[in-house]
């Protein structure tokens, strides 16, 4: 696979280009020690993912506030532990809080000299808009779970992402996916027969963190360890 034969990236943005498990961490962190709670940030992101699958899941339609609020009374609820409604506030608006990884401006200010830059981001568009300028750099377009409908890995949004490459006028086959999550963007990609690039931002850490495992089968295209290395292997061809 060459990727300078492709003319679009479509990219996940959280887990990506934006820590979200830092983001999210933060807020767990500091809930659980107000509640005695002794678990560390992995095991909380561990515990936490499968409450954001299920909530996203079972209310595809929900703005993403709403699907954190769902989450974390959730996880309340499994570690028996309260939520309070001001704690579901602290995770619900803590997105434009969350850091943006060193690399993701350069990397993407290189990239978009070559392709055109895709998000495709299980948030809403109110979300999105703080972290964008958080990364500085201009798309060419932008798609959220609230602009599908749906949250990935449902397949309506790889739907949505290539009928949108070609409204933009990417050649079928010259469109790249670009993502952390091997659960919410590599296996419902290559299912819509996409290729995909792997940055594994958890290469030096075990388990999946905030993401639910994969499936057993799934195999990105490429892997690197950061946007960094992505950009220049591009760069390099």
């Known amino acids: ?118 998000i495709l981001s299980n948030v809403d568009r109110a979300s999105f808009a703080a972290s964008k300028a958080r990364l500085g750099v201009e798309f060419t377009s932008i798609l959220t779970a609230q602009d599908i409908g749906s949250y990935k890995p449902s397949p309506r949004n790889f739907t949505a992402l290539i009928q949108e490459a070609r409204r933009l006028g990417v050649g079928d086959g010259k469109l790249l996916h670009v993502a952390q999550s091997l659960f919410h963007d590599h296996a419902p990609a290559k299912l819509a027969g996409l290729p995909t690039v792997w940055i594994n931002r958890r290469h030096d850490l075990p388990g999946w963190g905030a993401t639910p495992a994969p499936p057993a089968d799934v195999s990105p295209d490429a892997e690197f360890r950061s946007m960094a290395e992505f950009a220049a292997a591009v760069q390099a061809e």
């Not at 509640?35 to 993403?64: C, F, N, V, W």
């Not at 939520?83 to 990884?101: C, R």
Request: glycine share 6%.
């Open 1 to 118: 696979m060459r990727f300078t034969d492709f003319q679009a990236l479509s990219f996940d943005c959280y887990g990506t280009l934006i820590n979200w498990e830092a983001g999210i961490a933060a807020v767990l962190s500091s809930w659980a020690k107000r509640r005695g709670l002794t678990l560390d940030d992995e095991q909380l992101l561990t515990a936490y993912s499968t409450h954001e699958a299920t909530a996203e899941a079972e209310h595809p339609t929900d703005p993403y506030p709403a699907i954190l609020t769902r989450s974390l009374r959730a996880l309340g609820d499994q570690l028996g532990t309260e939520v309070s409604d001001a704690d579901a506030t602290a995770l619900a608006t803590s997105v434009p809080d969350w850091p943006a990884f060193a690399d993701s401006h350069d990397a993407l200010e290189a990239l978009g000299k070559r392709f055109k830059l895709i």
